[in-house]
């Protein structure tokens, strides 16, 4: 299905409404990402169909079976957030969970300070206490200069290289994510994370390069923090103790240690 945004570009979704669901949920993929590998592949489009949700899930500008424009201006974290927004209004739906991993927890984060009212719990995976120093760091040109190399052996970083590798076995258009990665957002208020009233899960890996989930989860009035054991900021999300972690968190078990 395909929805068109304010700014007139057309993006992909996934609807998935059980006749008998409880509550609705919202999923954004990360970078190099989309819908189906993010989300469908990992396994979390059945385990939240077997919990009776109804599952929302986009391909974000710029990736999967979306636009994909190559003009940075048509990039953006605010317009990110916007269009989840937006997509929530063409459906008709007023309030969600809200889960993004990545690159899509930058997008939940910022979606939930510009739209609180909007969701009723945070999750933000794959992320930890290094989105609070974001600002801090200097912007560079690495990541646009690995989806446009021609060979991607000449790509030194390790991490940049693996992405690089996703995109190609992804087949995205390279050149509308180095659009993607030069397009100017400012930081996230992390400031704002102490206002916001919902319930928010951060959960990583044991071995994510992005930092502790727990210390970014402290920044959050109501904020939780769960470290997957063995894992990296790839192997955590299709694991079945993320999972678990998620499914606890929206029924209020991480908040009584007496319910396991």
Known sequence: ????????????????????YERAILLVHGFVSNRDEG???????????????RVIALDQRG??????????????????????????????????????????????????VTYPERFSNLILGGVGDKMLEESSRPRT????????????ASISDDFMRSFRHFADEQGEDRMALAAFSRAASPPLDVAAFATLPMPVLV???????????????????????????????????????????????IDGVLDDPWAR
């Open 203 to 249: 959960v990583a890996g044991s071995r994510e390069s992005n930092g502790d989930p727990e210390t970014l989860a402290q920044a959050f009035p109501l904020g939780k923090g769960v470290v997957v054991p063995g894992c990296d900021h790839f192997s955590a999300i299709p694991h079945a103790l993320t999972k678990a972690a998620v499914f606890d968190f």
């Open 63 to 112: 990736h999967g079976k979306s636009a994909t424009p190559h003009d940075p201006a048509a990039y953006g974290r605010d317009k990110q957030a916007r269009d989840v927004v937006e997509l929530m209004d063409h459906l008709g739906v007023n309030r969600v969970d809200l889960f993004g991993y990545s690159m899509g927890a930058r997008v939940a984060a910022q979606a939930a």
């Open 141 to 152: 040109d690495v990541v646009a200069e690995a989806m446009l190399a021609e060979d991607p």
């Open 1 to 20: 299905m395909e929805f068109t945004t304010s700014d007139g570009l057309t993006l992909a979704y996934d609807d998935i409404a059980p006749p008998d």
């Open 39 to 53: 989300w469908k592949r990992t396994g979390w489009y059945t385990a939240l169909e077997r919990r009776r949700f």
